[in-house]
């Protein structure tokens, strides 16, 4: 059974950072492209960054500089990094396993920038 578990969300102020952490069980997770997306309140899901099972990296604009995905395939784990956070950051944050290969989806932690 697939298992993806997010956390390390929670209430920041703007300026400050978080770390988010992504579990995933289930599958073969070093041969997977894995991803971090977001859904800010009353919108759509979009990607935040991307990280190929060789280490390349992409990143939305809205968060290019700001933020850092990272894995570590001993503990089956993917990071995201996140500094200098703006209130527009608040959302509620999944992780994701991308195609190639099925598509899987955690439950999403929440991310709140406000003062």
């Known amino acids: 059974q697939v298992h993806i578990v997010e956390s390390g969300g929670g209430l920041v102020q703007p300026g400050g950072s978080l770390t988010l952490s992504c579990v995933a069980s289930?599958?073969?997770?070093?041969?997977?492209?894995m991803s971090w997306f977001r859904q800010p309140p009353g919108k759509g899901r979009e990607v935040v960054a991307i990280?190929?099972?060789?280490?390349?990296?992409s990143y939305a604009e809205s968060v290019k500089g700001r933020f850092t995905i990272s894995r570590d395939n001993a503990k089956n784990t993917v990071y995201l990094q996140m500094n200098s956070l703006k209130p527009e950051d608040t959302a509620m944050y999944f992780c994701?396993?991308?195609?190639?290969?099925?598509?899987?989806w955690g439950q999403g932690t929440q991310v709140t920038v406000s003062s």
């Open positions: 994701s396993a991308l195609p190639p290969g099925d598509r899987y």
């Open positions: 289930g599958f073969t997770f070093s041969s997977r492209v």
């Open positions: 990280m190929s099972n060789t280490g390349e990296t």
